[in-house]
T-cell receptor
Framework: QQQVKQSPQSLIVQKGGISIINCAYE??????FPWYQQFPGKGPALLIA?????SEKKEGRFTISFNKSAKQFSLHIMDSQPGDSATYFC???????????FGTGTRLQVFP | ETGVTQTPRHLVMGMTNKKSLKCEQH?????MYWYKQSAKKPLELMFV???????ENNSVPSRFSPECPNSSHLFLHLHTLQPEDSALYLC????????????????FGDGTRLSIL
């Protein structure tokens, strides 16, 4: 019940295409859903986050779609660029704690 | 200097050694975290400190001993580690959620790559 399931494990997209990464959770106590981007040799960096009171959040080329009833959320990267090549992690934060539960990560490769 | 800084970046140690990892944050945060990152596994939360007090120990073996002398510094003391402890150890910080009641973004350092011989 504490898990966050992330798919796919790896993703190859052509430049200009749309990258889509999906996550699912079981615990309805989660109330915060961030996405992190990690480049090799670097720590994860917060990309975008959503709370369950909205169904979508957009920041530039990055969009989170959130489906509360299905307990799923996804990251869409529009007009994917080679510089977006990185590992992406979804996470879920539990109410009344500072804990984050992370997914297993998706390695995205964007080819020119 | 800004952000979250971890030292050393790389550490190789034998199973009988004692070493320490250091984390320092310059973001004015009051919550600090240790995570373990292993290949093909989710980031595993190890410890959480809020206002220098440990608020979470995620069933971590006693060979890992955290220390938080103030809100800006966090240490992870290591002794008699096992080969399976080889991993990237990440430190993070955030504002404490109690001020707003909401989770706050966690900011990560670049980690210490630990190899146990």
């Amino acid at each position: 019940q504490q898990q966050v399931k992330q798919s796919p494990q790896s993703l190859i997209v052509q430049k200009g295409g749309i990258s889509i990464i999906n996550c699912a959770y079981e615990n309805t106590a989660f109330d915060y859903f961030p996405w992190y981007q990690q480049f090799p040799g670097k720590g994860p960096a917060l990309l975008i986050a959503i709370r369950p009171d909205v169904s979508e959040k957009k920041e530039g080329r990055f969009t989170i779609s959130f489906n509360k009833s299905a307990k799923q959320f996804s990251l869409h990267i529009m007009d994917s660029q080679p510089g977006d090549s990185a590992t992406y992690f979804c996470a879920a934060g539990k109410e009344r704690t500072d804990k984050l539960i992370f997914g297993t990560g998706t390695r995205l490769q964007v080819f020119p | 200097e800004t952000g979250v800084t971890q030292t050393p970046r790389h550490l190789v140690m034998g199973m009988t050694n004692k070493k320490s990892l250091k984390c320092e944050q310059h973001l004015g945060h009051n919550a600090m975290y240790w995570y373990k990152q292993s290949a093909k596994k989710p980031l595993e939360l190890m410890f959480v400190y809020n206002f220098k007090e440990q608020t979470e120990n995620n069933s971590v073996p006693s060979r890992f001993s955290p220390e938080c002398p103030n809100s800006s510094h966090l240490f992870l003391h290591l002794h008699t580690l096992q080969p399976e402890d080889s991993a990237l150890y990440l430190c993070a910080s955030s504002q404490d959620r109690r001020a707003t009641g909401l989770n706050q973004p966690q900011h990560f350092g670049d980690g210490t790559r630990l190899s146990i011989l």
